[in-house]
């Protein structure tokens, strides 16, 4: 989730600087979605990557599992 958070400001600031600069909002939000998903891929698949992993922890006790989820 920090992913989506940090693209979705860059994309608003990066908006607002495109525009100032070119005085187009449309090319501007266009390309500003562009690097965004760039941005987004980047923090998404490589710097966060670490964070995520979870190892299980023996903690003494006896679970049944009565569903099973697969995604």
């Known amino acids: 989730m920090?992913?989506?958070w940090i693209t979705y400001a860059f994309c608003f600031v990066s908006t607002v600087i495109l525009t100032l600069i070119?005085?187009?909002?449309i090319i501007s939000s266009a390309w500003?979605?562009?690097l965004s998903l760039v941005v987004y891929l980047f923090f998404?698949?490589?710097y966060f990557e670490e964070d995520e992993t979870e190892e299980a922890v023996d903690d003494g006790e006896e679970y049944i599992t009565l569903f099973t989820i697969k995604y």
């Open 2 to 4: 920090k992913s989506f």
């Open 22 to 25: 070119t005085q187009d909002l």
């Open 32 to 34: 500003s979605l562009l």
């Open 44 to 46: 998404d698949i490589w």
